[in-house]
Every structure is written in C-alpha cells, then in structure tokens.
C-alpha cells in the first residue's frame, strides 16, 4: 500500500451535455492534478464526484478510468459508501481488485441509522473486501456526527485506518487526534486547510485542489514547519478564491476553472445545473485572472 498521507484531490468527472461520462475529459482532470496540481493522491467517486447522483455501473467506469489512467503514479482511495449496503460491498470489491490503496465510505445516510447499524455497516464492507476502510464523515450533508467513543469503538477495526474529516468541530478535531495519534485524520474543508493542519492532520482531501492544489500542498507543509504567518497568507489568498468559488456554484465552477486551464472538464450531472450561465462565465474568467494565472 502506498504511503496515504499528503494531498489529496476529490477527484471531478467530466459528463457530456446528455449526462453520460466522457472519459476524455475525466482523463485529462486526471493528468491535471497528477502532471500539473502535483497531488499525492485521488480520492475517487466522492461527493465532488457527483457519485451519489450515479448508478452503480457508471461508479464501476469511473474507479476503472481513473485507476487506468493514474496507474501507480499517485495514491488512490475509492469512496464506495452507498445507502445501499450490497452496492457499498460490490463496489468496495471491485476497487479493491483494481488495486486502489484504500477504501473510504461516507456514513450511511438518509435513514437515522443507529450507531450499531453504522458499525455492522464499515464491518461487513472491510470482511466482504479485505481492504482498509478509511471512514468519510460529513456530518454536515449525512446528518450522522460520530462522537470520540464511537471513533474509538470503529478503530478497534485494525482495518480501519482513518477518517475523513469534513467538518468545522476544531475540539472534535484535537480530541481526535490526541487520542488516535496513529490514525490517518483528513482535513475535508479546503477553507479551514490551515486551523487543521495546525492541529495535526497527516493530509487532506479537497474539491477545489483540482486547480488550486499548489497553495493547498504550500498551506499545509508550511503549517507543519511552524510557519503559520506565511501559511495564513496562502490561506487568505485561496479562501477568497473558495468564496468566489462558492458564491459562483461550486462543481460548476471548478469545472469552468478547469476549462480555462484546456482541460475538458465538461458538464455537471443533472439535477444539478448541469452549466453556468452567460454571467457565471464571466466569473470564472475573473476569478482564473486573479487566482490562477
Ligand atoms: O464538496 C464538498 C461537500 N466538500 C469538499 C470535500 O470535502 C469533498 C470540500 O473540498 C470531498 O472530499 C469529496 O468529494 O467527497 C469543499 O468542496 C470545499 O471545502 C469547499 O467548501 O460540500
């Protein structure tokens, strides 16, 4: 297995105006955050995916492109989470025999599962693969907060090696790292990159590293060298990129960013606006002048 710390893009797809994939350009976001963002990894079929809005064949080609196409060049973890248990298992196989690095699943979301039904969740995946199981918490959009006992509880799995960390709760976030200080903690907020790497996290995974991945890498390893003024500074310049970002829509925008860049980032899956309007457009030209030039 190949080392899991670092940055991590959350890896984009390219669909076509009809919704279908288009493997060209999911190639070439792919040779982008290797060749040009410099990442340590690809963390595949998350929510920057649009994975949720997919079926399960169309999950399967994305695992199988991007694996093509990174090779062994970066690190690569597959989100196989699913509300659907026996997707998660068939999904979770067929990564583990592409030769992904990891495992990850979002917390089972939608129904208020009990804790119980969360652990037998990550338990019957990690039996059915093999494989290491990094959990992906996003309390946020699951509805599903995972307290300190219940980590401790999930980590006596020796199968379970991390957790992705999309949420704002600094104190959760120290807790946790004081008490698992062997454990891979993610940070999943691109925008609060600096406070996490402060408290100590081994790596990051992040929508908006598909073009800004550069001051992510600078942000995080100068917060581990102590350097936290300059650190701020790359902080303060990506965070008014990410509100441009998002007060533009997120997907679509770094879609946009990316087409500026000759990468054929295509549409977005519908129900979300599958494009921008005349006015978005015109944003992202400003916001690739001024950040990304
Ligand atoms: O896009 C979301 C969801 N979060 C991502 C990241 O946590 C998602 C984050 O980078 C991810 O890793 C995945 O694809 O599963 C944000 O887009 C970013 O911080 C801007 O808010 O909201």
Redo the contacts with the bound molecule.
């Keep these: 297995m190949k080392n899991l710390k670092g940055i991590?893009s959350?890896?984009l797809v390219s669909f076509n105006e009809d919704g279908t994939i288009n493997e060209k350009g999911l190639r070439q976001i792919i040779r982008h955050n290797i060749d040009k963002m410099k990442v340590d990894g690809l963390?595949v079929?998350?929510?920057?995916?649009e994975?949720f809005m997919l079926s399960t064949e169309e999950k399967k080609e994305i695992f199988r492109i991007a694996k093509d196409e990174a090779k062994d060049q970066v690190a690569l973890i597959a989100?196989v989470g699913s509300v659907n248990l026996k997707e998660a298992v068939e999904l979770g196989k067929y990564a583990t025999e592409l030769g992904y690095d990891s495992l990850s699943a979002?917390t089972p979301f939608y129904y208020k599962f009990s804790f119980p039904e969360i652990k037998n969740f990550y338990e019957t995946i990690i039996r059915e693969t093999g494989s290491p199981m990094i959990v992906?918490s996003?309390p946020?959009?699951t509805g599903v907060n995972i307290g300190v006992s219940q980590f401790a509880e999930l980590f006596e799995n020796p199968k379970i090696i991390g957790v992705?960390f999309?949420a704002g709760d600094f104190y959760l976030l120290e807790r946790l790292r004081k008490a698992f200080p062997n454990h891979l903690i993610y940070a999943?907020?691109?925008?609060?990159m600096l406070p996490a790497s402060v408290l100590g996290i081994d790596g990051a995974?992040?929508?908006?590293?598909n073009v800004n991945g550069i001051r992510a890498r600078q942000i995080f390893e100068l917060a581990q060298q102590g350097k936290i003024k300059e650190a701020f500074e790359i902080q303060n310049v990506t965070n008014d990129l990410?509100e441009g970002?998002?007060g533009n829509g997120?997907?679509q925008t770094i879609k946009g960013l990316l087409e500026c860049e000759g990468v054929e980032a295509g549409y977005c899956r519908e129900p979300m606006t599958k494009e921008l309007n005349a006015k978005q457009k015109e944003v992202v030209k400003e916001l690739k002048a001024k950040y990304l030039s």
């Design positions: 991590f959350a890896l963390y079929g998350g929510s920057t995916g994975n989100q979002v992906y996003i946020f959009l992705k999309t999943g907020f691109d925008e609060m995974i992040g929508s908006t590293f990410i970002i998002l997120l997907y």
